[in-house]
């Protein structure tokens, strides 16, 4: 039985990517609360201010302070980085956009930084809203601009980030909708904030009484200050712009050494080969001369649809990082000749295959893309009618294809009506899934009432057909819940949605196992403990499961129709 990664396999896998993330996840949490200040304009300059001590109060405080100043130099050095390390870049997608916008981000914001923080460090400026929307409204507007430019750069690149993040979450297509909802309302409201606190500043900066309280020199400094302020942004400016300039000379560097270095040849296995310099990973390979390569994360190794399959010897490949190890490991791969195509960056000669295809392509020659895997909780639920075979002996095939169309019939409307989504039929069998859009106990209790309701509607089934049927149908259920993979499978105008895993092939063995223990349905212990089931409601039993290690613990039911009782009684314990 596969067993989750341990602790020190997880810390072995962090790497930059996720020091980035981590970093970026603090400052986008600033630039949140930065926001809903600016948006407090929207009442007044006093709610402003007010709101400000409080965002200054949290964000000033030293352990606080320590741990924000230190992200931002971290991720901005990561960026840097980034620019560095990346050779080549998915240019239709929004990737290059998010290291542009954060590169340029340092830029704009440098000169507010230093003349609002080191202003205070230096001289005790106390430079808040009044004095700043007067600068932007009245002393100098055409910085106006600037920030609003650098409010919403720093913004969509924040987004961007969280988007790269949070896609491949079980949760986020229900999400999604909110997350947007966000995104928009929070800058449109903050630039209104600024708005309204701006014009009201400019209206009260033309009374002498407001100057003397807010224009003195403890809050603005003198003409000298401020122009050494300004030399200081300029030349960290002129610093930071000296440093990017040195990491393209960096990366023209590398390239000529690698160039010389000599060229290797990457062989994809139909045909396709391509020469590229030491140094590229094979996904960038792909990238760089065109060729389909899946990659759902876009190369940042926390998924494996870019997994190739070595051909030949492989022993003299680059041992895998400690991150592609733990993804390899994660999916359960442990054949050295599987690696990851993001990951690997060959010094020789490769010939290989992609494990998984690029995109399909539609009856029209059009390729359209396949719906990207989802890990997350479902409830599976096989059913299976039984004594199909006999039934089919003594009866023409269409009466028999319409005996077993109102089988499946029955049993999809009993899944529909509990929540359920009927997914696969195969022959005289069905597959169906709970959890889609319910939490797992939501799951679980759905997949126990379904069952209850297939052998409801079996039986009206029976009295209907009782005049042509020899024997009453007879069926079996395998039910199981756990972790799966969600998309869709197959090739061209034969795509179907489906969920793939260990989860499902149990319930399937489940099901099967109906035969053996005589009864109607069998529910393993991990659906009856997260519907919440009394442990003394149904007989427990261990059963051995092909292709697990450990035997696994599952209720015996022998008549279905008891299951939605149970659950009713669940559920009204819990309310």
Not at 45 to 65: C, S
Not at 160 to 188: D, E, H, N, Q, S
Not at 351 to 368: E, I, V
Request: aromatic share 8%.
């Amino acid at each position: 039985m596969a067993t989750a990664p341990t602790q020190m396999s997880v810390v072995r896998a962090a790497g930059v990517r996720q020091v980035r993330l981590v970093c970026g996840i603090i400052l986008f949490a600033f630039v949140v609360s930065h926001f809903l200040n600016h948006a407090l304009g929207n009442i007044s300059v006093d709610a402003m201010e007010t709101g400000v001590y409080y965002h200054t109060l949290f964000w000033q405080f030293l352990p606080v302070a320590i741990v924000f100043y230190t992200a931002a130099l971290t991720h901005m050095g990561l960026g840097v980085y980034a620019l560095y390390q990346r050779r080549q870049f998915r240019w239709r997608t929004i990737e290059p956009l998010q290291l542009v916008l954060g590169l340029s981000i340092p830029v704009l914001v440098m000169g507010h930084v230093i003349g609002v923080r080191l202003a205070q460090t230096l001289y005790g400026h106390e430079k808040l809203y009044p004095q700043e929307l007067y600068l932007f409204f009245v002393a100098a507007p055409g910085l106006l601009w600037q920030m609003t430019i650098l409010l919403l750069i720093a913004w969509v690149h924040g987004c961007i980030g969280v988007y790269f993040w949070l896609r491949l979450k079980p949760f986020f297509t229900r999400a999604a909708p909110y997350l947007l909802a966000a995104a928009v309302l929070i800058p449109t409201l903050s630039l209104l904030g600024i708005y309204q606190g701006g014009r009201s500043v400019a209206a009260d900066s033309d009374d002498g009484e407001w100057r003397k309280q807010h224009l003195t020199r403890s809050k603005v400094g003198t003409v000298a200050e401020g122009n050494t302020l300004e030399r200081i942004a300029g030349g960290l400016t002129m610093g930071y712009f000296g440093l990017l300039g040195l990491v393209l000379a960096a990366r023209g560097v590398r390239a000529l050494r690698e160039r010389r270095g000599g060229m290797i040849a990457l062989s994809y296995g139909n045909g396709k080969t391509v020469r590229v310099p030491k140094g590229l990973s094979v996904l960038e390979a792909s990238l760089r001369h065109n060729v389909p390569h899946a990659s759902v994360c876009g190369g940042r190794a926390r998924c494996s649809t870019c997994r190739i399959r070595i051909i030949g010897d492989h022993d003299a490949l680059p041992t895998p990082s400690q991150r592609e190890a733990f993804v390899l490991t994660r999916v359960g791969t442990a054949d050295p000749s599987i690696r990851l195509a993001c990951q690997l960056r060959p010094t020789s000669d490769l010939s290989f295959f992609q494990l998984f295809a690029a995109h399909t392509h539609g009856t029209d020659g059009a390729s359209t893309s396949a719906s990207i895997g989802q890990e997350r909780y479902l409830v599976s639920l096989f059913v299976d009618m039984r004594g199909s075979t006999q039934l089919a002996e003594k009866r023409l095939p269409f009466d028999t294809v319409f005996i077993v169309n109102r089988f499946l019939g029955a049993v999809s409307q009993a899944v529909i009506e509990n929540g359920g989504q009927p997914n696969q039929f195969v022959g005289d069998g069905m597959l169906a899934l709970f959890g889609l859009a319910a939490d797992p106990q939501t799951a679980c209790r759905q997949a126990m009432k379904a069952a209850a309701g297939i052998a409801a509607h079996i039986d009206e089934l029976n009295d209907l057909l009782s005049h042509d049927l020899r024997q009453p149908i007879r069926f079996g259920i395998g039910i199981h819940g756990g972790e799966v993979i969600i998309g869709d499978i197959g090739y061209r105008d034969h795509i179907v949605f489906t969920a793939l895993g260990d989860a499902v092939n149990v319930a399937a063995r489940l099901q099967d196992m109906t035969k053996t223990l005589a009864c109607e349905a069998v529910v393993s212990d991990e659906v009856r403990r997260t519907a919440d089931i009394a442990e003394d409601a149904l007989p427990q039993q261990e059963v051995a499961i092909r292709g697990r290690d450990q035997p696994l613990a599952v209720r015996v039911v022998a008549n279905a129709r008891e299951l939605a009782a149970l659950v009713d009684r669940s559920e009204r314990v819990a309310a």
